[in-house]
């Protein structure tokens, strides 16, 4: 019983490049949640998707940053033309239904590092 | 702004006593907390939570403490294992909707042998 997949595990991107990362939720998980964590700090909310809808955007930057939930296949969080700020990890959590936190379980993350 | 807050950044224990880890908050719209353990270069993982309507949850060796009059809530594990060392992160939401926590910057608790 898979938990929630990510892949990259560490990408390495060089300043205006594009960076895409993936995210395959638990089995029978509906709703997915991107966070970020920069150095020495705490996760940080981004984005929380439903199949094909984005519920919830607002910690997302305005610019450069998207994220989508196809009907098939993973959910992917997109950052173009990165800058160095944007090195961090990357978390994707997901759970069966909107509902107690208790219910989200988080993958083992993506290191992006911007050189 | 900071509105869940970890104010220690690490403490130190001896095996087989007590840790305790603090959070505080500023929001009153939260009313769901929740504690997870993350290691290095790993997801966090779900320790325990309380719902505002309690005071007081135990799982094992895990009992998390809310005092919601101070918006302030503690995790103690007794006794303290050396495999307990982590990063220890408190989070937070509105009601019982999970679709966005607020973590706390995490406290790294070291046990020693």
């Known amino acids: 019983n898979a938990g929630v997949m990510q892949n990259p595990r560490h990408l390495v991107r060089r300043r205006g490049q594009e960076a895409r990362l993936r995210c395959s939720p638990m089995k029978g998980h509906s709703h997915v949640y991107w966070y970020r964590q920069l150095p020495e700090e705490g996760l940080k909310f981004m984005v929380y998707?439903?199949?094909?809808?984005?519920?919830?955007e607002s910690g997302m930057p305005k610019e450069r940053f998207s994220a989508e939930f196809p009907k098939e296949g993973p959910s992917i969080l997109r950052i173009q033309q990165v800058v160095r700020g944007d090195s961090a990890a990357y978390f994707c959590?997901?759970?069966?239904?909107?509902?107690?936190?208790?219910?989200?379980?988080f993958g083992e993350g993506s290191w992006l590092t911007v050189v | 702004d900071q509105q869940v807050k970890q104010n220690s950044p690490s403490l130190s224990v001896q095996e087989g006593r007590i840790s305790i880890l603090n959070c505080d908050y500023t929001?009153?719209?939260?009313?769901?907390f929740l504690w997870y353990k993350k290691y290095p270069a790993e997801g966090p993982t779900f320790l325990i939570s309380i719902s505002s309507i309690k005071d007081k949850n135990e799982d094992g060796r895990f009992t998390v403490f809310l005092n919601k009059s101070a918006k302030h809530l503690s995790l103690h594990i007794v006794p303290s294992q050396p495999g307990d060392s982590a990063v220890y992160f408190c989070?937070?939401?509105?009601?019982?909707?999970?679709?966005?926590?607020?973590f706390g910057e995490g406290t790294q608790l070291t046990v020693n042998p």
């Open positions: 998707l439903q199949k094909e809808n984005i519920i919830d």
């Open positions: 959590a997901s759970s069966p239904r909107q509902g107690s936190g208790n219910t989200i379980y």
């Open positions: 989070a937070a939401s509105p009601e019982t909707s999970g679709s966005r926590l607020t």
């Open positions: 929001n009153s719209m939260f009313d769901y």
